[in-house]
C-alpha cells in the first residue's frame, strides 16, 4: 500500500491512498463473509459461502463497493494512528478509482490540530474594578418599581412626553405599504427611547382622534436590513391618551415589593444590584484575562471545522435563549430578515476565537496535566439525565462516545477555567 501526504492551508492534510489486488484482498475476503451472513446461498449455511461463489452471485462490482466500505475506514483510522495526525472531525473522503483486478485509489482530506505557541499564563494577570453602587443607581430601581405599579388614567387633552398613546398605525416605504408595518391599537410610551429617533416626539401634542402624517429616517445600522437608512412614512391615528399615575416612593410601595419599609427596599436593591455588577464585572475580568492569554499565544490557521463546530454552537445556543422566552426560533429569523447561514455567517469572528480559546483550554489542560475522574463524568451525565428527564432517547444518547467525550472536555474546561481565574487579582 503506497500513502502519499500533502500538507494543505488551513491545517489540513490530504492523503492518497493506493491499495493493490494484494493489498485488499483480505478486505474482499472479509466483504464476501459478511455478504454470505446477509444473503442467502443455496447449499451454504450464513456465512460460510466460498469467496468465488459469492462473487459470482452479488457481482464483481458490489462485492468490489462492500470491501471499499470496509476498508476505507480501517485503512484511514490505522494511518492517522501510525503518521501521529491529531485530527479533529471527520475527514473528507473520496473514492478515486475501483475496478476489479486494479488498485483502489481514494483520498482523504483531514482537519488537524493547529501548532500552538502558548504564552506563560502564569505571567499574565487581570485586575477586578472594584463595585460601587451609587444611591441613583438604586433610584433607578425604584423608580421602575413606581412604574410597575403605575395606573394609567384616560385624559381629554393633548399628550405630554409622559404619556402612553394608543395608536392605529401604517408604515410605508416608496408609498408601498411595508410588510408587518400595519398594526392596531398600538400601545406607545412618549418617554420611551427605544423607538425609531424622533418618532415619539411626532406624537406628542395629540389629542385623541387625531391623525397626522410624518417622515422619518431608520438608522443605518436598523435590523430590517430593508429599511435601514431607508425614508419612511407613517400614518397614525390617535385612538386614546393615558395618563400615568405612580405611586409615592414610600413604606406601602415597599410592602408590595415584599419589604416592610422603604429603607429595607433600597438595602435589598442595593445587595441585589451589588451581586449583579460583581457577576458581570467578573465576566469582564474573564473576558479581558483570555483575550491577553490569546494576543499573547500563537496558533497556526484555524481548519474550517472547528470554526463551522462553533458557529453551529452559537447558534444553538441563540436557539436555546429564544425558546426559552417562548418565542420560535423560526420566527425571530422573520423578524430580523436573516436565515440560519446568514447568522453564522455574522458569527464567524466571534466563533474563530471561541475556537482558539477550547484549543489553548485543551493545551492548558495537557500541560498542567489536568484530567477528570470516572465519578465527575458520571455525576455530571447524571446531572443531564435528571435536566432531561422527558427528553426521548436520553439514556441511549448518554451513552454514545461523542457525548461522553464533549461532556468530559466540559469538565476539563471548567477545571482550566477555575486555574486560570486564579490570575484575576
Known amino acids: 500500500m503506497n500513502i502519499k501526504q500533502t500538507v494543505l492551508p488551513k491545517s489540513q492534510i490530504e492523503l492518497v491512498f493506493t491499495l493493490t489486488p494484494a ?23 450464513p456465512g ?38 491529531k485530527s479533529v472531525g471527520q475527514p473528507e473522503v473520496n473514492l478515486e478509482k475501483m475496478a476489479p483486478g486494479n488498485d483502489i485509489i481514494f483520498k482523504a482530506i483531514i482537519s488537524i490540530v493547529p501548532e500552538i505557541t502558548l504564552v506563560d499564563w502564569h505571567t ?50 416608496a408609498n408601498v405599504p411595508i410588510e408587518g408595518g400595519q398594526a392596531k391599537n398600538h400601545h406607545v410610551y412618549l418617554n420611551e427611547k427605544h423607538y425609531i429617533p424622533g418618532f415619539p416626539e411626532e406624537l406628542v401634542g395629540l389629542s385623541e382622534n387625531d391623525e397626522k402624517s410624518f417622515s422619518l429616517p431608520f438608522p443605518k445600522d436598523h435590523y430590517q436590513k430593508n429599511l435601514a437608512g431607508k425614508q419612511v ?12 399615575e405612580l405611586p409615592p416612593a414610600d413604606d406601602t410601595l415597599a410592602e408590595k415589593m415584599g419589604q416592610k419599609t422603604l429603607v429595607e427596599l433600597r438595602a435589598l436593591i442595593k445587595t441585589n444590584l451589588t451581586f449583579e455588577t460583581e457577576q458581570k464585572e467578573a465576566q469582564r475580568a474573564e473576558i ?38 417562548g418565542m420560535e426560533f423560526e420566527k425571530y429569523l422573520e423578524q430580523i430578515k436573516k436565515t440560519t447561514d446568514e447568522l453564522g455567517k455574522e458569527f464567524t469572528t466571534q466563533a474563530e476565537k471561541r ?10 489542560a495537557r500541560n498542567e496535566k489536568i484530567t477528570f475522574a470516572a465519578e465527575e463524568l458520571n455525576k455530571e451525565l447524571d446531572a443531564i439525565k435528571i435536566q432531561y428527564t422527558n427528553h426521548p432517547n436520553i439514556e441511549e444518547r ?24 486564579g490570575q484575576i487579582k
Do not use: C, W
Not at 485488499?24 to 449455511?45: D, L, V, W
Not at 453602587?133 to 405630554?160: C, F, M, P, T
Open 48 to 85: 460460510k459461502a466460498p469467496f468465488e461463489i459469492v462473487k459470482k452471485q452479488v457481482g464483481e462490482i458490489p462485492l468490489m463497493q462492500a470491501t471499499v466500505e470496509l476498508l476505507v475506514p480501517k485503512v484511514l483510522a490505522r494511518a492517522i494512528v501510525d503518521k501521529k495526525i
Open 288 to 325: 479581558e484575562l483570555f483575550d491577553k492569554i490569546l494576543s499573547a499565544s500563537k496558533i497556526g490557521e484555524l481548519p474550517e471545522i472547528l470554526i463551522e463546530s462553533e458557529r453551529q454552537k452559537m447558534i444553538a445556543e441563540l436557539r436555546a435563549r429564544i425558546e426559552e422566552i
Open 23 to 45: 493489498d485488499y484482498e483480505q478486505y474482499a475476503h472479509h466483504a464476501a463473509e459478511k455478504i454470505s451472513n446477509q444473503q442467502t446461498f443455496a447449499g451454504f449455511r
Open 124 to 173: 499574565i494577570t487581570v485586575e477586578k474594578k472594584p463595585v460601587v453602587i451609587e444611591e441613583k443607581q438604586i433610584d433607578v430601581v425604584i423608580e421602575d418599581s413606581r412604574k410597575g405599579q403605575a395606573k394609567e388614567v384616560r385624559v381629554n387633552r393633548a399628550s405630554q412626553k409622559t404619556d402612553k398613546l394608543h395608536i392605529d398605525m401604517d408604515t410605508l416605504l
Open 398 to 421: 448518554l451513552k454514545s462516545a461523542d457525548i461522553r467525550e464533549y461532556v468530559a472536555s466540559t469538565i476539563v474546561n471548567r477545571k482550566v477555567m477555575d486555574l486560570l481565574r
Open 355 to 364: 475556537a482558539k480559546l477550547a484549543l489553548f483550554l485543551r493545551a492548558i
Open 233 to 244: 412614512d407613517f400614518k397614525v391615528k390617535v385612538k386614546g391618551v393615558f395618563e400615568t
